[in-house]
């Protein structure tokens, strides 16, 4: 069995910054990519940024220049700073990774989402 759990999320004003994290525990052998999506009631999930197992990075034209993603592969954990938050930024944030399990299975998996409100 396989968790992601998220934590950093809040309330924070426009302009300000928050620190997403996300760890990985279980029976992994390999951690592939690892990625943040963001969904608001009514729309589809959408892909904020992937960072893949050789620290290769991309982005969503949206927040290019404002966020970063980086992984800790020996803790197994993922991380979104966030710069510069503006309200539309406001939604659910989940960690997604791609893990190859001990039994050599590869599967993605989803953390439980952590809110992320920006006011204006």
């Known amino acids: 069995q396989v968790q992601l759990v998220e934590s950093g999320g809040g309330l924070v004003q426009a302009g300000g910054s928050l620190r997403l994290s996300c760890a990985v525990s279980g029976r992994i052998f390999r951690i592939n990519s690892m990625s943040w999506y963001r969904q608001v009631p009514g729309k589809q999930r959408e892909l904020v940024a992937t960072?893949?197992?050789?620290?290769?990075?991309n982005y969503a034209d949206s927040v290019k220049g404002r966020f970063t993603i980086s992984r800790d592969n020996a803790k197994k954990a993922v991380f979104l700073q966030t710069n510069s938050l503006k309200p539309e930024d406001t939604a659910v944030y989940y960690c997604?990774?791609?893990?190859?399990?001990?039994?050599?299975?590869?599967?993605?998996?989803w953390g439980q989402g952590t809110q992320v409100t920006v006011s204006s």
């Open positions: 960072i893949t197992s050789g620290g290769s990075t």
């Open positions: 997604n990774a791609g893990v190859t399990g001990y039994e050599l299975v590869y599967n993605t998996y």
